[in-house]
């Protein structure tokens, strides 16, 4: 929201001498959160003129459209001046900088020979004075507005000072010049009064013509709905230059008069507000919802297919406008409106944000009505308007219908040293009582109040809102800094330091940590074949998700992951190896009724056991992807390229991280190939799984050609880890190799050999490798050749070469027995 100073000083009487910036530093210290303070026209030095155009030569011989304009600048004075634009004529007023006076960027102005003329000047446009963007034409001022030779800079606002603040959701009220003035009267300590209850007087209403109907189908949706209508209006009358002078500083375009108006008034006191040609209404304009698959042609001229779920205004033709969010293209006003039906409502946020969402189109009224607006300002605002567009339009008025639901007086109770007890410092009773009224609550009782919020603050409903805006007011710089003593002999949980150990081992290996969104979709869970009944689909559906693509909680890191390696990959970045540690949500979110605990002391037991049976399984999971080379090529030698190897390494380093010896044997997982992918487990229980993904899955993700992953969970693995984990020996005998090659059938894991063989080498075995996989003559068909390097030693005397080969042969025989393994 762009607010400029000129505009607040009208409602609130800001102290002399106060610039912009030290009204920024009161409303910061109040809680708005002001990213800049920009200075209108910031760069123009030197003077601004109003001229008159005289006369318009067009100089037909150059290519593009160039006009040789005798301009009247005062006292006599006629500059000829050089301009290519053609949205003037003679007896126009313009802006003109004169030879001299400095533009933006430092663009001085000088009278120069150019197309065979001696150009005394420039006659400037919106975006040459830094007033917008607008350079589609020169600025024309309204005719009366000024004489030539008047200084410009003061008609056109150069040299006010514009906030720009950043709302939160939370604070549509602010989303108006009433609702920030609201604020810097407060920081001031000074009086304000609002404009948004003051009711405008407007005309007698003409008895000769009846207003445009109105009315409501949907209650819920729409409680208030009001339409004012003027008659005999002038479709061509200027908006004012100090209304298009605003509209500009806060980032809106002039349009017409009818249009700037309605802007105006918006930005002026919150309320949305739309004016219908009248003309092209049929019957009673009403609220009510959309009949699912209903056309709807909107302003921008996109044709949009609207659901029940949809809040629409509608006449006896169809639909002629989204409510709240944007209106309908075939109800618009025109340059040949003469009748005016203006649209004044409230309307409950959720709705209007759904709508907005659902159908992707922001807009000013939307971001204002989804965000809350006073429920009572409607008919005022209305009243504004209609005057406005009298005084400068003409016409007659003919009166307003209206149309409104009975609405609930919310009061909250709130005892008087509650703000005080949470801030951790003493607020007296009478700072609480004076700083509620101040936001416009009503405030009864002594000890413990009972308090009414105003209609422009919807975002008040509990106790706790009102504590906070007792502490904001009251100034959070006065809260005091008290750092937590942290208890002797604390630090790192068990749990934490296994985390941190798995991330330090995997960037070790060369994996690069990565942090991703928990939202998904079902298209991404269908990527990864995931069958209907697989138990990482039953995850929490959002209720308000950012995208309705992706509304639901992932159940799985994988589809994170395949989203980051497709970014790098259209960045050409193919080669790529990251993981990511992160909690997922299985289940569903509990249905009971859940606890409030207060905010003044921790929750009790019970609380906290009611609220966590609410929440959906949150585990903890490790994943990784590999994809491209895992060894780049070059003078040393042909690269290697990221395989199911990667992924299960990966699994065996994380586990032994955590002190925990993971079981790797073939297995089946939807998102892998189902002859490439091991099942994890310790202890028995499946873990995880890692190997090389799905071809269906690479080739739907655009990924290279036997791309690996894993999923680790590592709530599992950490739960199986040792409190203390022994340290390795280091033994300081000499060490005794030997190498054995056994064939085994070909179905037969390499995991279950390796296992064996460890068993039957016993103690003395201090380490194995699988170092080399054959498969061809002479090895019999059907069967594979396994080659381990075995290390032995003894910790307390050197191994001689019988018991090296007796530990040999064990290993040997305890392989033959469980796997069927000879030697080669």
């Not at 100090?242 to 980032?251: P, S």
């Not at 969010?325 to 618009?332: A, D, F």
Request: proline share 7%; glycine share 10%.
């Amino acid at each position: 929201m762009r607010a400029p100073l000129s505009w607040l000083r009208d409602l609130v009487a800001i102290p002399v001498g106060e610039t912009g910036r030290d009204v920024a530093t009161r409303l910061i210290r109040a809680g708005l959160e002001v990213e800049t303070v920009e200075t209108v026209g910031g760069g123009v030095e030197g003077p601004l003129t109003v001229g008159r155009v005289l006369e318009i030569e067009e100089l037909a011989e150059f290519k593009k459209p160039i006009r040789w304009c005798q301009v009247e600048l005062g006292d006599g004075v006629v500059n000829g001046i050089i301009c290519g634009a053609r949205n003037f004529v003679a007896g126009d007023l313009v802006v003109v900088a004169t030879p001299g006076t400095v533009l933006p960027g430092g663009f001085e102005i000088t009278a120069r020979q150019t197309y065979g003329k001696v150009s005394n000047g420039m006659i400037c446009s919106e975006r040459e004075l830094g007033l917008g963007e607008d350079h589609t034409g020169i600025m024309v001022l309204p005719v009366g507005s000024a004489g030539p030779g008047d200084d410009a800079a003061a008609l056109i606002g150069i040299g006010d000072e514009v906030l720009d603040i950043a709302i939160t959701p939370d604070r549509g009220y602010a989303l108006s010049i009433r609702g920030i003035a609201r604020e810097v009267a407060i920081a001031y300590g000074v009086p304000f009064e609002d404009p948004g209850m003051a009711l405008v007087e407007l005309p007698a209403p003409d008895a000769d013509r009846a207003p445009q109907d109105c009315g409501t189908e949907d209650p819920t949706g729409c409680d208030l709905f009001t339409m004012r209508t003027i008659v005999g209006f002038d479709p061509g009358a200027p908006s004012p230059l100090w209304i298009q002078r605003r509209l500009v500083a806060c980032g809106m375009r002039p349009v017409s008069l009818a249009v700037d108006v309605t802007n105006y008034v918006m930005l002026e006191l919150g309320q949305p507000l739309h004016a219908y040609d009248m003309d092209k209404l049929r019957g009673a304009v009403r609220a009510d919802r959309a009949v699912d698959g209903e056309p709807f042609e909107s302003l921008d001229h996109v044709k949009r297919v609207l659901s029940t779920d949809d809040l629409v205004i509608r006449d006896d033709t169809g639909v002629i406008g989204l409510a709240g969010v944007i209106g309908g293209l075939h109800s618009e006003i025109d340059d040949a409106t003469t009748n005016i039906a203006l649209e004044a409502a409230h309307f409950v946020p959720e709705v209007i944000a759904r709508a907005g969402r659902r159908h992707k189109v922001s807009s000013e009224a939307g971001r204002r009505n989804e965000r809350g607006v006073d429920r009572d300002l409607a008919p005022y605002a209305s009243a504004r308007a209609a005057a406005l567009l009298l005084e400068f339009g003409g016409g007659h008025y003919v009166g307003m219908t209206a149309v409104e639901a009975g609405a609930a007086i919310v009061t909250i109770d709130l005892p008087a040293s509650e703000p005080g007890d949470v801030a951790g410092l003493v607020i007296p009773r009478e700072t609480v009582v004076s700083l509620l009224e101040a936001i416009g609550c009503e405030v009864e009782g002594e000890h413990d109040l009972r308090v009414t919020p105003p209609s422009w603050r919807p975002d008040l409903t509990d106790p706790i809102d009102l504590v906070e805006e007792v502490i904001r007011l009251h100034g959070y710089d006065r809260l005091p800094s008290t750092l937590p003593a942290a208890p002797l002999g604390r630090g790192l949980t068990r749990e934490q330091r296994m985390r941190r150990r798995v991330g330090t081992v995997l960037a070790a290996r060369g994996l690069v940590e990565v942090l991703t969104y928990p939202f998904v979709g079902e298209t991404e869970l269908d990527g990864l074949l995931l069958p209907a009944d697989d138990r990482r689909r039953r995850t929490p559906r959002l209720a308000n998700p950012l995208s309705e693509e992706q509304p639901l909680l992932r159940g799985t890191l994988l589809p994170g992951l395949i989203a980051v390696a497709r970014r790098n990959a259209s960045r050409g970045a193919t080669d790529l190896a990251v993981f990511e540690i992160g909690s997922v949500f299985l289940g569903e979110v509990g249905e009971s009724s859940p606890p409030r605990p207060p905010v003044h002391r921790r929750p009790s037991t019970t609380e906290w056991a009611e609220l966590n049976a609410l929440l959906p399984h949150q585990p903890s999971e490790v994943a990784a992807l590999f994809t491209g080379q895992a060894e780049a090529a070059g003078w040393w030698g042909a690269g290697r390229e990221a395989s199911w190897a990667d992924a299960i390494e990966a699994a065996v380093v994380i586990a032994d991280a955590c002190g925990v010896p993971l079981e790797v044997r073939q297995g089946f997982d939807a998102p892998f190939h189902p002859g490439r992918v091991a099942e994890l487990s310790v202890d028995g229980a499946v873990v995880g799984a890692a190997g090389e993904l799905h071809p269906r899955v690479v080739e739907a993700h655009g990924l290279a050609p036997r791309t690996a992953a894993l999923w680790l969970d590592l709530d599992a693995v950490m739960a199986a880890a040792p409190e203390v984990r022994e340290a390795p020996a280091v033994g300081t005998h000499p060490l005794a190799k030997e190498d054995l090659a056994v064939v085994v059938a070909k179905e037969v894991p390499a995991a279950a050999v390796q296992r064996a063989l460890a068993e039957g080498a016993g103690d003395l075995l201090e380490s194995i490798r699988l170092f080399d996989v054959y498969e061809g003559s002479p090895v019999p068909e059907g069967s594979k050749s396994l080659a381990f390097a075995l290390r032995f030693r003894a910790p307390d005397r050197t191994l001689d070469a019988a018991e090296t080969a007796d530990a040999r042969e064990a290993a040997l025989a305890r392989a033959a027995a469980t796997v069927g393994a000879t030697l080669r």
